[in-house]
């Protein structure tokens, strides 16, 4: 079983940033594809941005292309996602998830359901 802890929301001006950590439990971590998602109020989740296990193969959702990095410490068991340049429309709650390849393949994955397991979530607001 695999827990994993978002950490980092909170209150920004739009233009300003926030670095989002998620922390994961487990001794295979590192074989773990990774993934940022969202979900605003009344709007479905929607992806954000995805990791390979490598830490290579990445994908971003285009609305945060150029803006957000996704990246991931195996030695710290932690994911993050800088977010850089908000705005309102990034307000939302940010959940990470995990899907354990046991190194079967580099992928990284765009959908909700590929994943196994979620965090709580920690939620972003972005004023104007």
């Known amino acids: 079983q695999v827990q994993l802890v978002e950490s980092g929301g909170g209150l920004v001006q739009a233009g300003g940033s926030l670095r989002l950590s998620c922390a994961a439990s487990?001794?295979?971590?590192?074989?773990?594809?990774m993934g940022w998602f969202r979900q605003a109020p009344g709007k479905e989740r929607e992806f954000v941005a995805a990791?390979?296990?490598?830490?290579?193969?990445?994908s971003y959702a285009d609305s945060v292309k150029g803006r957000f990095t996704i990246s991931r410490d195996n030695a710290k068991n932690t994911l993050y996602l800088q977010m850089n340049s908000l705005k309102p429309e990034d307000t939302a709650v940010y959940y990470c998830?995990?899907?354990?390849?046991?190194?079967?393949?580099?992928?990284?994955?765009?959908?909700?359901?590929?994943?196994?397991?979620w965090g709580q979530g920690t939620q972003v607001t972005v004023s104007s």
């Open positions: 990791l390979g296990w490598t830490g290579i193969n990445r």
């Open positions: 998830s995990a899907k354990d390849t046991r190194y079967s393949d580099r992928n990284y994955y765009v959908a909700g359901e590929q994943y196994n397991y």
């Open positions: 487990g001794r295979t971590f590192s074989s773990y594809a």
